[in-house]
């Protein structure tokens, strides 16, 4: 049995102390929605303007022509980050999106967790999606998200391989776990100016996703926030009216 005098003693908790420290940092660096550590990335607007950022990830589905119709009809246009496999899936669905004005940007093409990742790797995932979202849509895209919003050393490299931003948000829904009315709650309660807020149309890469209760939360999150006043736009009018 090792016994510590009382000074080492404290000296050791210290460094176990600082070594959970670094360990919460890079966990904050790897997934925290404003860290930069690995490649540029934003998560907001300019908080001085009444305007919010719809974003909708892991689609296209063909759940997603329900929010299309959605969407057009209270005339908002929102930023969908697709998957490049789901894209291939539905190229129609892809299309019909970007028809509508919507923007579009780059999730990945198989939805991977980058962590302990290559470059290679993840310049990959970045690139055939981005030839499968061009190919359907004819929009090369200029911004990503990071599935689980986890990224990894190197992925500044393969972002600037094909010119991305990386975009994370002030609000990610829940709306894969929770119920439309605690949904909505969690959206509006943490709504703000400038605001960026990820939804789902689809999960991950799976075929036919339910995406039932996120649908039915926006019916009230919508009216809810344009009586707040807030007007929507996409990630790029948002970001270039900063
Ligand atoms: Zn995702």
Redesign the pocket.
């Known amino acids: 049995m090792v016994v510590l005098a009382p000074m080492e003693a404290s000296l050791w908790a210290a460094g176990l102390g600082a070594i959970a420290g670094a360990g919460a940092a890079v966990t904050y660096g790897i997934a925290g929605k404003s860290s930069r550590l690995f490649g540029p990335s934003v998560y907001r607007g300019n908080p001085g303007q009444r305007r919010i950022a719809l974003t909708f ?2 689609g296209p589905s063909p759940s997603s022509l329900a929010l299309l119709a959605y969407l057009q009809s209270e005339s908002i246009q929102a930023t969908f ?1 697709q ?1 490049g496999m789901n894209v291939e899936r539905h190229p129609e669905i892809a299309r019909a999106i970007a028809a509508a004005g919507h923007q579009i940007g780059n ?1 990945t093409y198989s ?1 991977p967790k980058f962590l302990f990742k290559s470059i290679s790797f993840m310049a990959w995932e970045f690139e055939r999606t981005q030839a499968a979202i061009e190919a359907a849509t004819g929009i090369v895209p200029r911004y990503f ?1 990071a ?2 919003g986890y990224r990894w050393f190197g992925i500044g490299a393969a972002q600037r391989k094909f010119n991305l931003m990386g975009v994370m948000w002030t609000v990610i829904g829940q709306d894969w776990r929770l119920p439309a009315q605690e949904i909505a709650q969690y959206v509006l309660d943490r709504a703000s100016p400038g605001g960026i807020i990820c939804l ?1 149309d ?1 999960r ?1 890469v799976r075929p036919d996703p339910e995406i039932a209760p996120m649908l039915e939360a926006l019916r009230e999150i919508v009216p809810a926030l344009k009586k707040q006043g807030y007007r929507f736009c996409t990630v790029d009018d948002l970001l270039r009216l900063a």
């Open positions: 990830d892991d980050f998957c999730h939805h998200r599935p689980y789902h689809g991950g």
